[in-house]
């Protein structure tokens, strides 16, 4: 026998192994579950881990999982798009910037009466503001 085909045996016998297999023991240990029995300091638990489904329900997950699955991508390149579309308003305001003056309005008669007042040795106004220093009161 060459060695191809005893690889080729080898294998087959590890892959039949493997699919028969199904049937194997799950221990809890604690938080983790692992396919050998436990430490003997844990109290470990064997698990039924045998999925309960028949072949029919676990053919309709698949198709399921599968729409829910091609819905996501569409739902996705949707929103994709829509974000391309969105145009900003209006330039960021940066700190310390002045906002754009809005256009000319009509002046309403009266508007300045009550602001006629001004006083006269007031200070202009910095651009940016300025915090008053901390005063301790203890």
């Given at each position: 026998?060459?060695?191809?085909?005893?690889?080729c045996?080898?294998?087959?016998?590890?892959?039949?192994?493997?699919?028969?297999?199904?049937?194997?023991?799950?221990?809890?240990?604690?938080?983790?579950?692992q396919?050998?029995?436990?430490?003997?300091?844990?109290a470990?638990?064997?698990?039924?881990a045998?999925?309960?489904?028949?072949?029919?329900?676990?053919?309709?997950?698949?198709?399921?999982?599968?729409a829910?699955?091609?819905?996501?991508?569409?739902?996705?390149?949707e929103?994709?798009?829509?974000?391309?579309?969105?145009?900003?308003?209006?330039?960021p305001?940066?700190?310390g910037q002045?906002?754009?003056?809005?256009?000319?309005?009509?002046?309403?008669?009266?508007?300045?009466?009550?602001?006629?007042?001004?006083?006269?040795?007031?200070?202009?106004?910095?651009?940016?503001y300025?915090a008053?220093?901390?005063?301790?009161?203890?």
């Amino acid at each position: 026998m060459s060695n191809f085909a005893r690889f080729c045996l080898l294998a087959l016998a590890c892959g039949a192994g493997v699919a028969w297999g199904g049937n194997q023991k799950v221990y809890r240990c604690g938080q983790t579950y692992q396919q050998v029995p436990c430490a003997t300091d844990t109290a470990g638990q064997a698990v039924d881990a045998e999925d309960p489904r028949n072949a029919e329900q676990r053919k309709d997950a698949r198709v399921s999982a599968a729409a829910d699955k091609r819905q996501a991508k569409t739902l996705a390149t949707e929103r994709v798009q829509r974000e391309k579309a969105i145009q900003p308003q209006q330039a960021p305001l940066v700190i310390g910037q002045k906002p754009a003056e809005p256009a000319a309005s009509v002046p309403t008669p009266g508007a300045n009466q009550s602001h006629s007042k001004k006083r006269k040795n007031k200070a202009p106004e910095p651009d940016r503001y300025v915090a008053p220093p901390p005063t301790h009161k203890r």
